[in-house]
């Protein structure tokens, strides 16, 4: 006897809206974030501490959309869809302020690219390309900070972070150790691993290497990599936030 | 026959590895064809000792470090009429800069002191003064058009000369990248 499909967890019941992205008529439903829809729809639009799978952020400001009769630019990645919205995603406004962004995150630390192990596959570089940021015109802060290589098999170099803190969620929400945490405030805001110790001694740590493969710039690296040669993969994270909502 | 007037082009290598005139170099049969619109007029890889005072398109690669790069950089800006700043040294210090993380008396303490063991010291003549500070080129002078890449490949040197020597600005950002 064979039985009718029946969906595990229907969910709650939520509305489904329409609205506008760059005049494309998108459908979606209510609880979605505008940076989701685009993406389901095939909009580009540029995101740094966004990764799917993990919950919002909105730290990075480059997924900043426009919505018409608002006069400020909103985060697209923590900003849910509704009924006759019209959204700008690439206006020259968004342009400007998303090179602007990339250029001062290139001056707070170092990215000198070319010798990275992240090198051509960063995706901070990639969006200075994307976003044609061809050259940093304020003053580069030349700051030094730590590099923690007491792990036996990864590197944290805080000079290369960008403080997206996916690293901290996936640690969190997905391996659920909760190693990684954030400290201080401005320019000396940094990840730390447990009570800001050296990662090597850190107890709670799984070494599952998940932060590694979310980092996206050569901040968490394995050791052992050459420039260029440190590739990342972090496809697996919506497939195991999909399967935690399951359980 | 009077001979079209060719477009002159001056370079200069300021702190890089050269690794951009290479691959200017790496045109190959390409800079045959170039030769015949541009005449180089100063450069490392011509003869000629001196810049002279009018130059159409002026090549930058490297950092600026040291107080000769600041007065080649200033003078390429003042005798050229359209600048380049060619490479990722000249576009944004890359890794010359990366002195800029210590100080400088602790940097040249390690290059000529602490691993050295014949006659260990600071050079005191024939080199010019380091900057205590690395920049990158627009960061003392103006310039107009930025190509990444470390260094960027011939192929993109010969986008941006054959745009320019057509007339048009190129974008460089659409082939080119940081550290590519």
């Known amino acids: 006897m064979t039985h009718p499909p029946v969906a595990s967890n229907p969910g709650p019941k939520v ?27 095939g909009i580009r639009i540029p995101a740094l501490c966004y990764l799917d799978g993990l919950s919002t952020w909105g730290a990075c400001r480059l997924c900043m959309v426009e919505i018409e009769g608002v ?30 962004i990339l250029e001062l995150l290139f001056a707070e630390r170092n990215h000198v690219c070319s010798v990275c192990v992240s090198n051509g596959h960063c995706e901070l570089q990639d969006l200075a390309a994307e976003c044609g940021m061809d050259h940093v015109r ?22 290369r972070c960008v403080v997206c803190t996916r690293c901290v969620r996936v640690c969190d929400e997905i391996e659920g150790a ?13 990840v730390i691993t447990d009570l800001n110790q050296p990662w090597g001694d850190s107890q709670s740590c799984t070494s599952c290497g998940k932060c590694v493969q979310v980092c996206p710039t050569g901040a968490l690296v394995k050791k052992g990599t050459a420039a260029g040669e440190m590739e990342k993969h972090d496809d697996f994270v919506p497939y195991l936030a999909q399967m935690r909502k399951r359980q | 026959m009077s001979e079209a007037k060719k477009i002159t082009l001056a370079t200069a290598w300021l702190d890089g590895c050269s690794g951009c005139h290479m691959s200017f170099l790496d045109l190959d049969q390409r800079l045959i064809e170039l030769a015949e ?39 390429f800006r003042q005798r050229c009429q359209f600048l380049i700043s060619l490479g990722d040294c000249a576009v944004s210090g890359n890794v010359p800069s990366m002195r800029n ?11 000529f002191v602490e691993n050295v063991q014949a006659q260990p010291g600071r050079p005191s003549e024939s080199l010019p003064t380091l900057l205590r500070t690395v920049l990158p080129i627009h960061h003392v002078v103006q310039v107009d058009l930025f190509v990444q ?18 007339g048009n600005t190129p974008d460089p950002t659409q082939f080119t990248r940081f550290g590519a």
């Open chain 1, 178 to 190: 909760h190693t990684w945490d954030v400290m201080g405030r401005g320019v000396n805001c940094q």
């Open chain 1, 71 to 100: 006069s400020k630019p909103v985060s697209a990645c923590s900003t849910t869809a509704s009924e006759g919205m019209k959204i700008t995603t690439n206006s020259e406004r968004l342009k400007r302020y998303r090179r602007m």
């Open chain 2, 101 to 111: 993380m210590f100080d400088l008396d602790d940097v040249l303490d390690r290059a």
């Open chain 2, 149 to 166: 890449g470390c260094p960027p490949s011939a192929d993109t040197i010969w986008q941006v000369l054959t745009e320019l020597m057509a």
């Open chain 2, 37 to 75: 619109k541009v005449d180089v007029v100063y450069s490392p890889i011509v003869d000629t000792k001196a810049l002279p005072d009018a130059v159409d398109v002026g090549i930058l690669e490297g950092a600026v470090s040291t107080e000769e790069d600041l007065h080649k950089a200033r003078m």
């Open chain 1, 15 to 41: 509305r489904v809206v329409t609205l506008k992205i760059d005049d494309h008529d998108v459908g979606a439903r209510e609880t979605d974030s505008i940076l989701e829809i685009a993406h389901a729809n």
């Open chain 1, 138 to 159: 304020v003053p580069y802060r030349n700051a030094t900070y730590n590099i923690d290589s007491s792990h036996d098999l990864f590197r944290v170099d805080h000079n």
